[in-house]
């Protein structure tokens, strides 16, 4: 469907839990949240339905993500009714890693369409102050498992926190020269917990990349669903991407929206709009359903203010909302 601006909007992101197994310093409080009710969170069944109504209006891309998503129960065999839907184009999911290893398996078998994995560093001190948490070998090896059982639609997600060391975004690039998944750096954005610290600038990290690697060729494909742009260097298996959401904005080709794991449909990243959609889900019909949700999703917000406080600056944190 097309907004009133005329933007595509044809992926959304799911949120199944705000509940993680880390606390990263830009995205949780150290003493954690106070976490929803169980029955406050959407079923599955719920989720379903909705997607069907998604799919109706032509939002077909559906990103898995969280809090962390893995720790909610049943992932695997949900992603398998998902992507059982008549009209599901991809499922995609966004996590931590801390679980991957012991899920691998069912994760490949339920056809998940791609993993992105969030690692914002390769150092194990460093990674402990990102995310309070010593799992950083679980994590890779997590993603050693994945290659291993030959699943190749891998992403790497940064989000380089200040002070960052060149050494440690030359070793984060270093799996995309060693192995073919694409390595992408994302700019911290002024949200939540990620307004105390300070992220890295797409130039610092290329000039660092270029130093070591020499000058980077532009990739002009599409990789993904998302906002990035893909570089290439020489000898490398996979890509660099960068994802800006501050300095370049790409909220005229914006083609997202959110659903928080109450019920929230969220139609702007940065503002607190948005309607609750729980106590609709089971009263309608899914053609009913997909009436209301293009009623609401029309009306997304023409572009973001990151950096201007407005009334309706969203205040929640990420882990809630997302990413
Ligand atoms: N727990 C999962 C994970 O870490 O991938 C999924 C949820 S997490 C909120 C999704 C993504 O949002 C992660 O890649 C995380 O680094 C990113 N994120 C969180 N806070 C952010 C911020 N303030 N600016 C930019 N990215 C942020
Ligand atoms: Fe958890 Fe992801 Fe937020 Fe880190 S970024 S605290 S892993 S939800």
Known sequence: MKDRYGRVIDYVRISLTDRCNLRCIYCMPEEGIELLKHEDILRYEEILKLCSAFIKIGISTFKLTGGEPLVRKGVPEFIRELKALPG?????????????????????????????VSLDTMDAEEFRRLTRFDKIDTVLDGIDKLIKLGYENLKINTVPIQPIKPEDIIKLADLA?????????????????????????????MSILEDKYGLAKAYQGKLGNGPANYVKFDKFKGYIGFIEALNSKFCGSCNRIRLSSTGFLKLCLHYDYGVDISGFINKLSVDELAEKLAEIIYDKPKAHMLGHKTEHTENKRMNQIGG
């Open 88 to 116: 599901t184009r991809e499922v995609t999911l966004t996590t931590n890693g801390v679980l991957l290893g012991k899920m691998a398996n069912e994760l490949v078998d339920s056809g998940i369409d791609r993993i992105n």
């Open 177 to 205: 020269r060693n192995k073919p998944i694409s390595v992408r750096f994302i700019e911290l954005m002024p949200i939540g917990e990620g307004t105390e610290y300070s992220g890295s600038s797409s130039e610092l990290i």
